[in-house]
Protein backbone atom coordinates (compact mmCIF):
# COMPACT_ATOMS: atom_id res chain seq x y z
CA UNK A 1 0.00 0.00 0.00
CA UNK A 2 1.27 3.55 -0.63
CA UNK A 3 2.74 5.50 2.11
CA UNK A 4 0.77 8.96 2.51
CA UNK A 5 4.71 10.29 2.12
CA UNK A 6 4.29 9.78 -1.05
CA UNK A 7 0.93 12.14 -1.34
CA UNK A 8 1.83 14.54 1.21
CA UNK A 9 5.69 15.72 -0.17
CA UNK A 10 6.82 18.86 1.77
CA UNK A 11 6.65 21.17 -1.44
CA UNK A 12 3.31 20.46 -1.94
CA UNK A 13 2.53 21.05 1.80
CA UNK A 14 4.37 24.36 1.41
CA UNK A 15 2.34 25.46 -1.31
CA UNK A 16 -1.41 24.09 0.42
CA UNK A 17 -0.04 26.87 3.63
CA UNK A 18 1.14 29.61 1.21
CA UNK A 19 -0.52 29.13 -2.43
CA UNK A 20 0.97 31.26 -5.09
CA UNK A 21 -0.91 33.72 -7.12
CA UNK A 22 -4.24 33.61 -4.54
CA UNK A 23 -6.99 36.30 -5.46
CA UNK A 24 -8.60 37.72 -8.24
CA UNK A 25 -8.03 39.49 -11.77
CA UNK A 26 -10.74 42.05 -13.18
CA UNK A 27 -12.53 40.52 -15.78
CA UNK A 28 -11.92 42.14 -18.81
CA UNK A 29 -9.42 42.06 -19.61
CA UNK A 30 -8.89 38.65 -17.86
CA UNK A 31 -11.10 35.72 -18.28
CA UNK A 32 -12.40 33.58 -15.42
CA UNK A 33 -13.42 30.04 -15.50
CA UNK A 34 -14.81 27.97 -12.27
CA UNK A 35 -14.41 24.20 -12.06
CA UNK A 36 -16.17 22.30 -9.25
CA UNK A 37 -15.99 18.81 -8.23
CA UNK A 38 -19.03 17.81 -7.75
CA UNK A 39 -18.14 14.37 -5.52
CA UNK A 40 -16.27 16.31 -2.73
CA UNK A 41 -17.46 19.95 -3.26
CA UNK A 42 -13.80 21.54 -4.44
CA UNK A 43 -14.56 24.90 -6.06
CA UNK A 44 -11.55 26.32 -8.15
CA UNK A 45 -11.90 29.74 -10.19
CA UNK A 46 -8.62 30.17 -12.86
CA UNK A 47 -8.47 33.63 -13.73
CA UNK A 48 -5.71 34.42 -16.46
CA UNK A 49 -5.15 37.65 -18.50
CA UNK A 50 -3.67 36.86 -21.84
CA UNK A 51 -1.82 39.71 -23.76
CA UNK A 52 -1.93 40.52 -28.07
CA UNK A 53 1.09 38.44 -28.05
CA UNK A 54 -0.81 35.28 -26.52
CA UNK A 55 1.39 35.01 -23.48
CA UNK A 56 -0.32 34.70 -20.01
CA UNK A 57 0.74 38.24 -18.56
CA UNK A 58 -1.11 37.18 -15.09
CA UNK A 59 -2.90 34.58 -13.40
CA UNK A 60 -4.96 34.58 -10.28
CA UNK A 61 -6.58 31.57 -8.39
CA UNK A 62 -10.12 31.42 -5.81
CA UNK A 63 -11.83 28.80 -4.58
CA UNK A 64 -11.22 26.23 -1.75
CA UNK A 65 -10.42 22.25 -1.60
CA UNK A 66 -8.51 19.74 -0.18
CA UNK A 67 -4.17 20.12 0.39
CA UNK A 68 -3.80 18.29 -3.23
CA UNK A 69 -6.59 20.66 -5.33
CA UNK A 70 -5.32 23.44 -3.97
CA UNK A 71 -1.60 22.78 -4.38
CA UNK A 72 -1.89 21.81 -8.02
CA UNK A 73 -3.35 24.58 -8.62
CA UNK A 74 -0.88 26.91 -6.96
CA UNK A 75 1.94 25.03 -8.94
CA UNK A 76 0.15 25.10 -12.11
CA UNK A 77 -0.48 29.33 -11.55
CA UNK A 78 3.63 30.19 -11.42
CA UNK A 79 4.15 27.14 -13.86
CA UNK A 80 1.96 29.35 -16.64
CA UNK A 81 2.81 32.82 -15.45
CA UNK A 82 5.00 34.40 -18.75
CA UNK A 83 4.07 31.33 -20.75
CA UNK A 84 2.30 31.46 -23.98
CA UNK A 85 -1.15 29.87 -24.49
CA UNK A 86 0.57 27.09 -26.33
CA UNK A 87 2.90 26.38 -23.55
CA UNK A 88 0.39 26.23 -21.24
CA UNK A 89 -2.02 24.21 -23.04
CA UNK A 90 1.21 21.67 -23.59
CA UNK A 91 1.59 22.04 -19.93
CA UNK A 92 -1.85 20.69 -19.09
CA UNK A 93 -1.18 17.62 -21.28
CA UNK A 94 1.83 16.89 -19.45
CA UNK A 95 0.48 17.27 -16.33
CA UNK A 96 -2.52 15.12 -17.53
CA UNK A 97 -0.15 12.31 -18.81
CA UNK A 98 1.75 12.47 -15.59
CA UNK A 99 -1.72 12.07 -13.68
CA UNK A 100 -2.88 8.86 -15.69
CA UNK A 101 0.74 7.06 -15.50
CA UNK A 102 -0.15 2.78 -14.54
CA UNK A 103 1.03 2.73 -11.15
CA UNK A 104 3.49 -0.28 -12.03
CA UNK A 105 5.15 2.41 -13.98
CA UNK A 106 6.07 4.58 -10.59
CA UNK A 107 7.90 2.63 -7.79
CA UNK A 108 11.76 2.18 -8.92
CA UNK A 109 13.51 3.15 -12.23
CA UNK A 110 12.12 0.26 -14.08
CA UNK A 111 9.47 2.62 -16.53
CA UNK A 112 10.80 3.28 -19.87
CA UNK A 113 9.61 6.64 -21.09
CA UNK A 114 8.33 7.29 -18.45
CA UNK A 115 10.90 10.11 -17.05
CA UNK A 116 10.11 13.09 -15.02
CA UNK A 117 9.64 15.69 -17.18
CA UNK A 118 11.66 18.45 -16.22
CA UNK A 119 9.95 21.07 -17.33
CA UNK A 120 7.31 19.99 -14.87
CA UNK A 121 9.43 21.70 -12.10
CA UNK A 122 7.52 21.37 -8.53
CA UNK A 123 4.63 19.79 -10.22
CA UNK A 124 6.64 16.32 -10.38
CA UNK A 125 5.72 16.36 -6.21
CA UNK A 126 2.23 15.25 -7.50
CA UNK A 127 3.23 12.35 -9.61
CA UNK A 128 2.55 10.37 -6.07
CA UNK A 129 -0.95 11.01 -6.78
CA UNK A 130 -1.35 8.14 -8.81
CA UNK A 131 -0.90 6.18 -6.30
CA UNK A 132 -3.90 6.96 -4.85
CA UNK A 133 -6.64 6.99 -7.69
CA UNK A 134 -9.20 8.83 -5.72
CA UNK A 135 -7.31 12.02 -5.58
CA UNK A 136 -6.42 12.49 -9.14
CA UNK A 137 -9.91 14.58 -9.62
CA UNK A 138 -8.42 16.80 -6.84
CA UNK A 139 -5.22 17.20 -8.56
CA UNK A 140 -6.65 17.58 -12.32
CA UNK A 141 -9.27 19.90 -11.62
CA UNK A 142 -7.22 23.53 -11.52
CA UNK A 143 -5.81 22.35 -14.90
CA UNK A 144 -9.38 21.31 -16.67
CA UNK A 145 -10.66 24.61 -15.33
CA UNK A 146 -7.64 26.06 -16.90
CA UNK A 147 -8.37 24.62 -20.20
CA UNK A 148 -11.91 26.20 -19.51
CA UNK A 149 -10.16 29.31 -19.24
CA UNK A 150 -8.07 28.66 -22.00
CA UNK A 151 -10.77 27.95 -24.24
CA UNK A 152 -12.69 31.61 -23.44
CA UNK A 153 -10.01 33.85 -23.71
CA UNK A 154 -9.39 32.61 -27.34
CA UNK A 155 -13.20 32.80 -28.37
CA UNK A 156 -13.18 36.52 -26.72
CA UNK B 1 -31.57 -10.86 23.34
CA UNK B 2 -29.19 -8.66 24.86
CA UNK B 3 -27.21 -6.01 22.79
CA UNK B 4 -23.62 -7.07 23.07
CA UNK B 5 -22.00 -5.12 20.01
CA UNK B 6 -19.24 -8.15 19.75
CA UNK B 7 -21.87 -10.74 19.35
CA UNK B 8 -23.65 -8.62 17.02
CA UNK B 9 -20.16 -7.45 14.88
CA UNK B 10 -19.51 -11.12 14.61
CA UNK B 11 -22.07 -10.97 12.94
CA UNK B 12 -20.85 -9.66 9.84
CA UNK B 13 -18.08 -10.93 7.68
CA UNK B 14 -16.97 -7.65 6.16
CA UNK B 15 -16.19 -6.10 9.62
CA UNK B 16 -13.52 -8.76 10.53
CA UNK B 17 -11.80 -8.20 7.29
CA UNK B 18 -7.96 -6.82 7.84
CA UNK B 19 -6.06 -5.10 5.48
CA UNK B 20 -2.54 -4.66 5.57
CA UNK B 21 -2.65 -6.30 9.33
CA UNK B 22 -4.75 -3.76 10.67
CA UNK B 23 -8.52 -4.52 11.25
CA UNK B 24 -11.33 -1.98 9.76
CA UNK B 25 -12.87 0.28 11.66
CA UNK B 26 -16.22 0.89 9.88
CA UNK B 27 -17.78 4.63 10.35
CA UNK B 28 -19.74 5.34 7.14
CA UNK B 29 -22.96 3.78 7.74
CA UNK B 30 -24.88 7.25 6.85
CA UNK B 31 -23.64 6.59 3.22
CA UNK B 32 -24.20 2.73 3.26
CA UNK B 33 -24.26 0.01 6.19
CA UNK B 34 -22.74 -3.56 6.30
CA UNK B 35 -24.92 -6.45 6.02
CA UNK B 36 -25.39 -9.54 8.51
CA UNK B 37 -24.28 -13.37 7.43
CA UNK B 38 -28.26 -14.07 7.65
CA UNK B 39 -28.99 -11.79 5.15
CA UNK B 40 -26.16 -12.88 2.59
CA UNK B 41 -27.57 -16.41 3.66
CA UNK B 42 -31.46 -15.57 2.70
CA UNK B 43 -30.48 -13.97 -0.84
CA UNK B 44 -28.05 -17.48 -1.18
CA UNK B 45 -30.79 -19.59 -0.42
CA UNK B 46 -33.12 -17.40 -2.57
CA UNK B 47 -31.21 -18.39 -5.76
CA UNK B 48 -29.95 -21.28 -4.84
CA UNK B 49 -33.50 -22.99 -4.14
CA UNK B 50 -36.33 -21.07 -5.35
CA UNK B 51 -35.58 -18.77 -8.19
CA UNK B 52 -38.11 -18.05 -10.81
CA UNK B 53 -39.90 -14.41 -11.97
CA UNK B 54 -43.03 -13.56 -9.28
CA UNK B 55 -46.87 -13.28 -9.83
CA UNK B 56 -46.24 -15.25 -13.80
CA UNK B 57 -45.54 -18.79 -13.20
CA UNK B 58 -48.45 -21.18 -12.18
CA UNK B 59 -45.40 -23.87 -10.92
CA UNK B 60 -44.08 -24.74 -7.57
CA UNK B 61 -40.75 -22.84 -7.83
CA UNK B 62 -42.29 -19.52 -9.30
CA UNK B 63 -45.15 -19.94 -6.49
CA UNK B 64 -41.75 -19.87 -3.98
CA UNK B 65 -40.43 -17.09 -5.54
CA UNK B 66 -43.50 -15.04 -5.04
CA UNK B 67 -44.10 -16.08 -1.70
CA UNK B 68 -40.76 -15.25 -0.20
CA UNK B 69 -40.95 -11.19 -1.72
CA UNK B 70 -44.39 -10.78 -0.13
CA UNK B 71 -43.75 -12.24 2.77
CA UNK B 72 -40.63 -9.74 2.95
CA UNK B 73 -42.84 -6.88 1.74
CA UNK B 74 -44.93 -8.09 4.50
CA UNK B 75 -42.41 -8.29 7.37
CA UNK B 76 -41.38 -4.73 5.42
CA UNK B 77 -44.89 -3.47 6.26
CA UNK B 78 -45.02 -4.72 9.35
CA UNK B 79 -41.68 -2.90 10.22
CA UNK B 80 -42.47 0.72 9.76
CA UNK B 81 -46.07 0.36 11.06
CA UNK B 82 -47.79 0.39 7.71
CA UNK B 83 -51.45 -1.05 7.82
CA UNK B 84 -51.37 -2.95 4.75
CA UNK B 85 -48.62 -5.01 2.49
CA UNK B 86 -49.85 -3.52 -0.40
CA UNK B 87 -49.03 -0.04 0.51
CA UNK B 88 -45.47 -1.07 0.43
CA UNK B 89 -43.71 -0.44 -2.66
CA UNK B 90 -40.70 -1.55 -4.20
CA UNK B 91 -38.34 0.41 -5.60
CA UNK B 92 -34.34 0.49 -6.32
CA UNK B 93 -33.53 2.66 -3.93
CA UNK B 94 -34.83 5.77 -1.52
CA UNK B 95 -33.67 8.12 -4.52
CA UNK B 96 -35.80 6.03 -6.86
CA UNK B 97 -38.97 6.24 -4.58
CA UNK B 98 -39.04 10.27 -4.59
CA UNK B 99 -38.90 10.71 -8.15
CA UNK B 100 -41.28 8.06 -8.36
CA UNK B 101 -43.49 10.10 -5.80
CA UNK B 102 -42.76 13.48 -7.01
CA UNK B 103 -43.13 12.45 -10.79
CA UNK B 104 -46.42 10.76 -9.90
CA UNK B 105 -48.23 12.36 -7.34
CA UNK B 106 -46.79 15.83 -8.80
CA UNK B 107 -48.21 15.05 -12.56
CA UNK B 108 -51.14 14.18 -11.07
CA UNK B 109 -51.74 16.69 -8.29
CA UNK B 110 -49.53 20.07 -9.10
CA UNK B 111 -49.77 22.79 -11.63
CA UNK B 112 -48.06 26.12 -12.03
CA UNK B 113 -47.59 28.15 -9.52
CA UNK B 114 -48.81 25.50 -6.63
CA UNK B 115 -46.18 25.92 -3.90
CA UNK B 116 -44.16 22.35 -2.44
CA UNK B 117 -42.25 23.29 1.27
CA UNK B 118 -38.80 21.73 1.38
CA UNK B 119 -36.36 22.11 4.33
CA UNK B 120 -32.63 23.81 4.10
CA UNK B 121 -31.30 20.28 5.66
CA UNK B 122 -32.55 18.09 2.62
CA UNK B 123 -29.91 15.51 0.72
CA UNK B 124 -30.39 16.14 -3.26
CA UNK B 125 -32.43 13.72 -3.58
CA UNK B 126 -35.54 15.18 -2.37
CA UNK B 127 -34.21 18.85 -3.80
CA UNK B 128 -33.98 17.43 -7.43
CA UNK B 129 -36.96 16.12 -8.12
CA UNK B 130 -38.60 18.85 -7.19
CA UNK B 131 -36.85 21.73 -9.32
CA UNK B 132 -37.02 19.21 -12.22
CA UNK B 133 -41.00 19.53 -11.58
CA UNK B 134 -39.93 23.90 -11.13
CA UNK B 135 -39.23 23.20 -14.32
CA UNK B 136 -41.52 20.82 -16.17
CA UNK B 137 -44.24 22.02 -14.18
CA UNK B 138 -43.81 25.62 -12.85
CA UNK B 139 -43.92 24.69 -9.22
CA UNK B 140 -43.11 27.20 -6.45
CA UNK B 141 -40.24 25.78 -3.61
CA UNK B 142 -40.26 26.89 -0.35
CA UNK B 143 -37.54 26.29 2.19
CA UNK B 144 -38.17 25.93 5.87
CA UNK B 145 -34.41 27.32 7.39
CA UNK B 146 -32.32 25.63 9.76
CA UNK B 147 -30.70 27.48 13.02
CA UNK B 148 -27.29 27.65 13.92
CA UNK B 149 -27.75 24.54 16.72
CA UNK B 150 -28.37 22.50 12.87
CA UNK B 151 -32.01 22.50 14.17
CA UNK B 152 -35.28 23.23 11.47
CA UNK B 153 -36.57 26.52 12.22
CA UNK B 154 -39.74 26.21 12.48
CA UNK B 155 -40.98 30.41 13.58
CA UNK B 156 -42.14 30.56 10.21
CA UNK B 157 -43.87 27.37 9.59
CA UNK B 158 -47.53 27.94 9.18
CA UNK B 159 -46.61 31.23 6.65
CA UNK B 160 -44.68 28.86 4.68
CA UNK B 161 -47.18 26.30 4.84
CA UNK B 162 -49.98 28.57 4.13
CA UNK B 163 -51.35 27.80 0.54
CA UNK B 164 -48.80 24.88 0.06
CA UNK B 165 -49.76 21.46 -1.64
CA UNK B 166 -46.79 19.51 0.05
CA UNK B 167 -44.50 19.05 2.41
CA UNK B 168 -41.61 16.81 1.91
CA UNK B 169 -38.96 16.56 4.62
CA UNK B 170 -36.05 14.55 6.17
CA UNK B 171 -37.11 12.78 9.57
CA UNK B 172 -33.48 13.04 10.23
CA UNK B 173 -30.18 14.97 8.22
CA UNK B 174 -27.89 12.52 6.75
CA UNK B 175 -25.02 16.09 7.54
CA UNK B 176 -26.01 16.91 11.25
CA UNK B 177 -28.20 13.71 12.51
CA UNK B 178 -30.40 16.17 13.67
CA UNK B 179 -34.06 14.30 14.11
CA UNK B 180 -36.73 16.54 13.08
CA UNK B 181 -40.44 16.62 14.26
CA UNK B 182 -41.97 14.69 11.72
CA UNK B 183 -45.55 14.63 13.97
CA UNK B 184 -45.56 18.26 14.24
CA UNK B 185 -44.64 18.84 10.57
CA UNK B 186 -47.28 16.79 9.71
CA UNK B 187 -50.48 18.49 12.06
CA UNK B 188 -48.94 21.42 10.49
CA UNK B 189 -49.31 20.06 7.20
CA UNK B 190 -52.45 18.92 7.14
CA UNK B 191 -54.02 21.80 9.30
CA UNK B 192 -52.84 23.82 6.04
CA UNK B 193 -54.64 21.43 3.69
CA UNK B 194 -50.90 20.04 2.60
CA UNK B 195 -49.74 16.82 1.88
CA UNK B 196 -46.60 15.58 3.70
CA UNK B 197 -44.06 13.00 2.24
CA UNK B 198 -41.30 12.01 4.65
CA UNK B 199 -37.74 10.67 3.07
CA UNK B 200 -36.89 8.18 5.97
CA UNK B 201 -33.40 6.67 4.33
CA UNK B 202 -31.58 7.96 7.86
CA UNK B 203 -34.18 7.57 10.36
CA UNK B 204 -35.76 3.86 9.63
CA UNK B 205 -31.90 2.01 10.33
CA UNK B 206 -31.67 3.52 13.37
CA UNK B 207 -34.97 4.28 15.20
CA UNK B 208 -38.67 2.60 16.09
CA UNK B 209 -40.44 3.65 12.95
CA UNK B 210 -44.14 3.74 12.70
CA UNK B 211 -45.85 5.20 9.60
CA UNK B 212 -49.26 5.91 11.49
CA UNK B 213 -47.74 7.35 14.43
CA UNK B 214 -45.98 9.57 12.76
CA UNK B 215 -49.20 10.80 10.82
CA UNK B 216 -47.71 11.10 7.74
CA UNK B 217 -48.86 10.32 4.25
CA UNK B 218 -46.04 9.10 2.29
CA UNK B 219 -42.46 7.55 3.61
CA UNK B 220 -39.16 6.61 1.55
CA UNK B 221 -36.16 4.94 2.49
CA UNK B 222 -33.82 2.62 1.21
CA UNK B 223 -32.12 -0.83 2.24
CA UNK B 224 -28.78 -0.46 1.77
CA UNK B 225 -28.62 1.65 4.96
CA UNK B 226 -30.43 -1.05 6.91
CA UNK B 227 -28.60 -4.27 6.37
CA UNK B 228 -30.45 -4.67 3.64
CA UNK B 229 -28.39 -5.37 -0.09
CA UNK B 230 -28.31 -2.28 -2.48
CA UNK B 231 -31.30 -2.46 -5.46
CA UNK B 232 -33.90 -2.30 -3.06
CA UNK B 233 -35.91 0.84 -1.61
CA UNK B 234 -39.58 1.43 -0.25
CA UNK B 235 -41.91 4.12 -1.29
CA UNK B 236 -45.23 3.47 1.74
CA UNK B 237 -47.96 5.64 1.30
CA UNK B 238 -51.35 5.70 2.22
CA UNK B 239 -53.88 3.04 0.03
CA UNK B 240 -55.99 6.18 -1.14
CA UNK B 241 -52.70 8.44 -1.69
CA UNK B 242 -51.46 5.81 -3.78
CA UNK B 243 -54.78 5.03 -5.27
CA UNK B 244 -55.01 8.48 -6.59
CA UNK B 245 -51.87 8.41 -8.03
CA UNK B 246 -50.83 7.52 -12.21
CA UNK B 247 -48.82 5.07 -12.65
CA UNK B 248 -44.61 5.70 -12.84
CA UNK B 249 -42.87 2.93 -15.08
CA UNK B 250 -45.38 1.14 -17.89
CA UNK B 251 -44.51 -2.33 -18.27
CA UNK B 252 -45.36 -6.33 -17.44
CA UNK B 253 -46.86 -6.76 -14.36
CA UNK B 254 -48.53 -3.02 -13.98
CA UNK B 255 -51.24 -3.93 -16.14
CA UNK B 256 -54.78 -5.33 -15.57
CA UNK B 257 -55.71 -5.16 -19.63
CA UNK B 258 -53.60 -4.06 -22.39
CA UNK B 259 -54.79 -3.69 -26.14
CA UNK B 260 -53.76 -1.59 -28.96
CA UNK B 261 -55.80 1.07 -27.77
CA UNK B 262 -54.31 1.62 -24.26
CA UNK B 263 -53.86 -0.58 -20.83
CA UNK B 264 -55.56 -0.69 -17.75
CA UNK B 265 -53.51 -0.62 -14.59
CA UNK B 266 -53.35 -3.29 -12.00
CA UNK B 267 -54.08 -2.90 -8.36
CA UNK B 268 -51.43 -2.36 -5.29
CA UNK B 269 -48.84 -2.17 -4.83
CA UNK B 270 -48.20 -3.79 -8.51
CA UNK B 271 -49.25 -0.81 -10.46
CA UNK B 272 -46.10 0.98 -9.36
CA UNK B 273 -43.26 -1.74 -9.88
CA UNK B 274 -43.53 -2.53 -13.43
CA UNK B 275 -41.08 -4.80 -14.83
CA UNK B 276 -39.23 -8.11 -12.95
CA UNK B 277 -38.12 -6.14 -9.59
CA UNK B 278 -34.82 -6.73 -7.57
CA UNK B 279 -36.57 -10.08 -5.95
CA UNK B 280 -33.36 -11.39 -4.08
CA UNK B 281 -32.79 -7.89 -3.07
CA UNK B 282 -36.08 -7.90 -1.33
CA UNK B 283 -35.76 -11.09 -0.06
CA UNK B 284 -32.03 -10.00 1.72
CA UNK B 285 -34.09 -6.85 2.74
CA UNK B 286 -36.78 -8.93 4.92
CA UNK B 287 -34.40 -10.89 6.33
CA UNK B 288 -32.69 -7.90 7.14
CA UNK B 289 -36.42 -6.61 9.01
CA UNK B 290 -35.73 -9.88 10.63
CA UNK B 291 -32.31 -9.10 12.02
CA UNK B 292 -33.03 -5.92 13.40
CA UNK B 293 -36.22 -6.74 14.46
CA UNK B 294 -34.89 -9.82 16.55
CA UNK B 295 -32.41 -6.92 18.40
CA UNK B 296 -35.27 -4.67 18.53
CA UNK B 297 -35.26 -0.93 17.71
CA UNK B 298 -35.65 0.86 21.06
CA UNK B 299 -32.21 -1.50 22.27
CA UNK B 300 -30.68 -0.34 18.69
CA UNK B 301 -31.65 3.37 19.29
CA UNK B 302 -30.47 3.02 23.02
CA UNK B 303 -27.00 1.91 22.05
CA UNK B 304 -26.60 4.88 19.55
CA UNK B 305 -28.04 7.02 21.57
CA UNK B 306 -25.29 6.42 24.27
CA UNK B 307 -22.69 5.63 22.04
CA UNK B 308 -23.13 9.01 20.15
CA UNK B 309 -22.88 10.64 23.84
CA UNK B 310 -19.34 8.80 23.86
CA UNK B 311 -18.48 9.95 20.98
CA UNK B 312 -19.36 13.87 21.29
CA UNK B 313 -17.77 13.48 24.94
CA UNK B 314 -15.06 11.77 24.23
CA UNK B 315 -13.77 13.91 21.07
CA UNK B 316 -14.24 16.67 22.84
CA UNK B 317 -12.05 16.36 25.43
CA UNK B 318 -9.61 15.28 23.45
CA UNK B 319 -9.19 17.43 21.29
CA UNK B 320 -10.91 20.82 22.99
CA UNK B 321 -11.18 23.47 19.92
CA UNK B 322 -9.46 21.53 17.81
CA UNK B 323 -13.03 19.89 16.88
CA UNK B 324 -16.20 21.23 15.46
CA UNK B 325 -19.07 18.54 15.84
CA UNK B 326 -22.17 20.16 13.99
CA UNK B 327 -25.43 19.39 14.78
CA UNK B 328 -27.48 19.25 17.91
CA UNK B 329 -25.54 19.33 20.93
CA UNK B 330 -28.12 17.11 22.79
CA UNK B 331 -27.47 13.14 21.92
CA UNK B 332 -31.30 12.07 22.74
CA UNK B 333 -32.35 14.34 19.83
CA UNK B 334 -30.04 13.38 17.22
CA UNK B 335 -28.58 10.48 15.57
CA UNK B 336 -25.33 8.99 15.14
CA UNK B 337 -24.12 11.43 12.55
CA UNK B 338 -21.17 13.24 13.53
CA UNK B 339 -19.99 15.48 11.13
CA UNK B 340 -16.35 16.73 11.55
CA UNK B 341 -14.22 19.68 11.12
CA UNK B 342 -10.74 18.81 12.81
CA UNK B 343 -8.58 22.27 12.95
CA UNK B 344 -7.20 23.34 9.52
CA UNK B 345 -7.42 20.40 7.85
CA UNK B 346 -9.29 20.00 4.66
CA UNK B 347 -12.16 17.25 4.97
CA UNK B 348 -10.54 14.85 2.38
CA UNK B 349 -7.24 15.15 3.89
CA UNK B 350 -8.95 13.73 7.10
CA UNK B 351 -10.72 11.05 5.22
CA UNK B 352 -7.51 10.17 3.36
CA UNK B 353 -5.41 10.51 6.94
CA UNK B 354 -7.82 8.13 8.80
CA UNK B 355 -7.46 5.69 5.63
CA UNK B 356 -3.67 4.70 6.36
CA UNK B 357 -5.45 3.04 9.90
CA UNK B 358 -8.63 1.59 7.87
CA UNK B 359 -11.13 4.06 9.72
CA UNK B 360 -13.18 4.61 6.87
CA UNK B 361 -15.47 8.18 7.21
CA UNK B 362 -17.20 10.02 4.69
CA UNK B 363 -15.58 13.07 3.33
CA UNK B 364 -17.58 15.93 1.08
CA UNK B 365 -21.03 17.87 1.07
CA UNK B 366 -22.85 14.80 1.46
CA UNK B 367 -25.06 15.83 -1.22
CA UNK B 368 -26.64 18.09 0.88
CA UNK B 369 -24.76 21.47 -0.81
CA UNK B 370 -27.77 23.54 0.19
CA UNK B 371 -27.57 22.90 3.78
CA UNK B 372 -23.72 23.10 3.77
CA UNK B 373 -24.01 26.81 1.72
CA UNK B 374 -26.67 27.60 4.75
CA UNK B 375 -23.55 26.18 7.41
CA UNK B 376 -21.03 27.83 5.51
CA UNK B 377 -19.21 24.71 4.97
CA UNK B 378 -17.43 23.60 1.86
CA UNK B 379 -17.16 19.99 3.21
CA UNK B 380 -16.93 18.17 6.18
CA UNK B 381 -15.87 14.77 7.34
CA UNK B 382 -18.66 12.88 8.38
CA UNK B 383 -18.62 9.61 10.94
CA UNK B 384 -21.55 7.31 11.27
CA UNK B 385 -22.21 5.15 14.02
CA UNK B 386 -24.70 1.83 13.98
CA UNK B 387 -25.94 -0.88 15.68
CA UNK B 388 -21.94 -3.02 14.89
CA UNK B 389 -19.80 0.21 16.55
CA UNK B 390 -18.61 0.28 19.83
CA UNK B 391 -16.52 2.76 22.12
CA UNK B 392 -13.04 1.07 20.83
CA UNK B 393 -14.07 1.98 17.31
CA UNK B 394 -14.38 5.98 18.44
CA UNK B 395 -11.22 5.61 20.25
CA UNK B 396 -9.75 4.27 17.08
CA UNK B 397 -10.97 7.70 14.99
CA UNK B 398 -9.64 9.64 18.08
CA UNK B 399 -6.03 8.19 17.76
CA UNK B 400 -6.20 7.96 14.07
CA UNK B 401 -7.47 11.93 13.93
CA UNK B 402 -4.48 12.83 15.87
CA UNK B 403 -2.10 11.55 13.23
CA UNK B 404 -3.59 14.15 10.72
CA UNK B 405 -1.26 16.68 12.89
CA UNK B 406 2.00 14.51 12.08
CA UNK B 407 1.85 15.33 7.97
CA UNK B 408 -0.09 18.67 8.42
CA UNK B 409 1.83 20.14 11.77
CA UNK B 410 -0.60 22.66 13.27
Sequence with gaps: MAGLEDLYKEIILDHYRNPRNRGELETPPAVKAEGFNPLCGDEIVVFIDVDDSGTIADVAIGGQGCSISQSSASMMSAAIKGKTTDEARDLIESFKGLMSIHEKGLDGAAAEGDKPDLSMGDLSALRGVVKFPVRIKCAVLSWNTLAQALDDARTN | ?410
Design chain 2, 1 to 410: MTFDVATIKADFPLLSRVIDGKPITYLDSAASSQRPQSVLDAMDRYYRESHANVHRGAYRLATEATDAMEGARQKIADFIGAPHAHEVIFTKNATESMNLFAQSWGRGHLHAGDVVVLTEMEHHANIVPWHMLTESIGIELRWIPVDENGELDLTDLDRLLDGAKLLSVTAMSNVLGTITPIKRLADAAHAAGATIVVDGSQYVPHLPTDVVDLGIDAFVFTGHKMLGPTGVGVLWGKTELLDAMPPFLGGGDMILQVTKDGFTTNELPHKFEAGTPAIAEIVGLGAAVDYLTALGMEDVRAHEVSLTAYAMRSLKERFGDDITIHGPSEPASRGGVLSLIYKDVHPHDISQVLDQDNVYVRAGHHCAKPLMQVMGLNATARASLYLYNDEADVDTLADALASADDIFGF
